[in-house]
């Protein structure tokens, strides 16, 4: 929370106000994703496909590596519950019978395939990538066909195999060891065939993708704002393991090695404060309403582990919003903690300024970084009775609350006065029923409001009060 130069002092012109009530009221706003981590416990290497029509599927690694399993649900939250199927089993003996890892589901051309890396019986670390394919329409029936061997040309450790389609060509990206764990990119000249030399994409070559192992690995791709993103997983699978991005305008030569950029830090790594540690191998889905882009990923609970971090099984599947930077790059923020997914709140009348804390005060900021400091999970209130209050999600423990009509993020002391001085009655927003509007549990009358982009607990009188203490879920 590095301090920053103050920001520019409110104009309350009537004009202004007036044009910015308007444009708020007039934009349809959706209700934002809300989930449950960890969504499934004990599946790594996760993928969440949404398919046309209408459900969700998930695949991921099991901890006996030994099968591979579909879920499907017409919705995220529910694939936590829904019904495990095991679609293929291991081969007793030969190749495909050790190692089955990273299965992805993908729908080609009327047909499902599942990609999926194994090793040999004779030689358990001799990965390779194989395919099976399925005609059914629904993939957890119907006979799947082993397609065989994906061959990329160079023998050697290779896996983590995924496919996406740009200006109607297909592409393959996956991780072969050549000498280190590296990403590549190829055509496909059918949905199990490579056609072309593989393109090195990246190789580990910064410290943080070097620690432990030297591995860049588990691509994953996400298509927006004129851009294409590669992310992929760096270093050992312990709390050193993290996710690494390249980004290429998606009118270039996708191989050419020379259109990719690569991001010199992390874009996403474990946090002590949220008790995740490790995530990575991720996958990315949309929104049931389709205006939220997901990340979907693996991480674990805690940072000790005994033995070999690849066969401790407590890497679990989560699910968290993407949120996008004033350039058009996604920010992922942190690997959240357990519990419901948290939201940012936009101001109703300032729509590109969300609340944040900042030195632990709070107030209004846009292009918020680090993003974290501007979520916030929406708990039942800490003084109960009907109440809600706002939990920092990178700071757990930590809760919005007045202090003498101020607004601040503080640790909870567990006393009386706190629990009430951090509670709300959540109304509809008093601007516009899109919104909410906060009232204080221990001073009726008075609303969490921003004035001079800082937030407070006050009365409210006109319709300018009234906006500024509406706030928009995002």
């Known amino acids: 929370m590095t301090k ?44 969440i496909f949404k398919h046309t029509d209408g459900y969700y599927y998930f695949t991921a690694s099991v901890p006996e590596y030994d099968r591979i399993i579909l879920r499907r649900a017409t919705s995220i939250q529910g694939l936590a519950s829904a019904a495990e199927t095991v679609v293929w089993r291991k081969h007793s003996s030969g190749e495909m019978a050790a190692h089955i890892w990273a299965p992805e589901l993908h729908f080609i051309s009327g047909k499902w395939y599942i990609y999926f890396a194994a090793g040999a019986s004779n030689d358990i670390w001799r990965i390779r990538m194989y395919a099976l394919e399925n005609s059914s329409a629904n993939p957890l029936t119907g006979s799947w066909t082993e397609k065989g061997i994906i061959s990329t040309g160079v023998e050697s450790f290779s896996l983590d195999a995924t496919t996406f389609e740009h200006n109607g060509q297909r592409y393959m990206l996956w991780a ?4 280190d764990s590296n990403v590549y990119i190829a055509k496909m000249s059918s949905p199990t065939t490579l056609a072309g030399s593989p393109v090195l994409l990246t190789r580990p070559e910064y410290a943080w993708e070097t620690q432990g192992f030297r591995v860049n690995e588990g691509p994953a791709v996400l298509k927006k704002n004129g851009k294409i993103f590669v992310t992929y997983s760096a270093s050992k699978t312990d709390d ?11 009118s270039s030569d996708l191989l050419n090695p020379a259109s990719w950029r690569k991001s010199p830090t992390p874009v996403f790594v474990s946090n002590v404060n949220t008790s995740q540690y490790g995530p990575g191998h991720n996958f990315f889905t949309v929104s049931e309403d ?10 674990r609970p805690y940072q000790q582990i005994n033995g070999d971090p690849l066969y401790d099984p407590n890497r679990h599947t989560r699910v968290q919003k993407i949120y996008w930077n004033a350039d058009g790059t996604p920010n992922f923020g942190i690997p959240l903690a357990d519990g419901v997914t948290p939201f940012r709140f936009k101001s109703y009348n300032q729509p590109n300024y969300v609340i944040r804390h900042w030195e632990f005060r709070a107030r209004l900021e846009a292009n918020v970084n680090p993003l974290a400091d501007s979520q916030f999970r929406l ?4 003084s109960g009775s009907g109440t809600v209050s706002f939990e920092s999600a990178n700071f757990p423990g930590y809760y919005l609350r007045h202090k003498n009509f101020e607004a601040w993020v503080e640790k909870s002391d567990g006393s009386t006065s706190f629990k009430n001085d951090a509670s709300f009655y959540q109304r509809s927003g008093l601007a516009s029923s899109e919104g909410s509007s906060f009232e204080s549990y221990n001073y009726a009358g008075r609303y969490l409001r921003h004035f001079n982009y800082l937030l407070y607990v006050q009365p409210l009188s006109t319709s300018t009060d009234k906006a500024d203490a509406t706030f928009i879920a995002d």
């Open 379 to 382: 708990v039942p209130g800490l």
């Open 4 to 47: 920053r130069s103050s920001l520019p002092k409110r104009v309350l012109s009537l004009v202004v106000a007036a044009l910015s009530l308007g444009l708020a009221a007039g934009t349809a706003l959706a209700a934002p994703p809300k989930y449950t981590n960890p969504l499934i416990a004990q599946r790594a290497d996760a993928q």
């Open 290 to 299: 389709g205006q939220s882009d997901l990340l979907v990923y693996h991480a």
């Open 240 to 250: 050193r393991y993290c996710m690494g991005m390249l980004t290429a305008s998606d």
């Open 176 to 179: 072969q060891y050549n000498p």
